[in-house]
């Protein structure tokens, strides 16, 4: 027997606001927090905590309102049974380019499967003739790995400062990733 499924892939809506914002925050923070004394402590701690200001929660709800009537942007949490969110995918089309723009599992969820089913469904909502494209940070080699089983490979360039949340990091770095045609 077909064992069934412990999470549902769809589209959230104001319900899942504040619950994505939580676990994306515990998921920025443990993927990035440094050992103490890292200089890049203070910045990946403030932008964690920047998920859950007030106005960050209404970007946010605004967001998934307006991805759910958008046919180039797809929005995706995992929830288990109880409506819990256990992951997020943001992913877009524009004329130019396909991009993943954020992926996120709850840690107590690495392994377990959810990121490979948020990204598959993003792969088959994408169009399968142009290249998927995504930026990635370049220590978080967790992702680099998983993303490379998912057929992504990095693009040879220096990696440049994270732009992210209306800043720039000073002690964070990325890489650029392609899913190829
Ligand atoms: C990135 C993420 C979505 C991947 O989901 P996941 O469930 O952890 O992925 P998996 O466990 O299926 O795969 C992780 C791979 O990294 C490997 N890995 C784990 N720790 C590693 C490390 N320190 N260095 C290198 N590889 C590592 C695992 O062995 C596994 O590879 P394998 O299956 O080939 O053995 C999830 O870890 C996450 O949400 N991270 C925090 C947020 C984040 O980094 N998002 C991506 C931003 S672009």
Not at 97 to 116: K, N, R
Request: hydrophobic fraction near 40%.
């Amino acid at each position: 027997m077909a064992m069934r499924r412990r999470w549902e892939i769809k589209q959230p809506d104001e319900l899942h606001v504040l619950q994505s914002a939580q676990m994306q925050a515990i998921s920025w923070i443990g993927a990035y927090l440094g050992e103490a004394g890292n200089p890049r402590n203070l910045e990946i701690v403030d932008a964690g905590q920047a998920f859950l200001k007030p106005e960050r929660l209404k970007q946010r709800e605004a967001l998934y309102l307006a991805s759910a009537n958008d046919p180039a942007q797809h929005m995706r949490v995992a929830t288990n049974h109880n409506d819990r969110v256990l992951g997020l995918l943001y992913g877009t089309q524009t004329p130019n380019q396909q991009e993943l723009q954020s992926l996120y599992v709850d840690p107590e969820y690495f392994g377990t499967g959810v990121a490979i089913d948020l990204v598959e469904d993003f792969i088959d909502w994408s169009d399968p003739e142009r290249p998927i494209e995504l930026s990635v940070v370049d220590d978080n080699y967790r992702a680099q790995a998983f993303y490379r089983r998912m057929g992504f490979t990095a693009v040879e360039a220096p990696p440049r400062p994270v732009k992210a949340f209306g800043k720039v990091f000073k002690h964070l770095y990325e890489i650029d990733m392609v899913r190829e045609v």
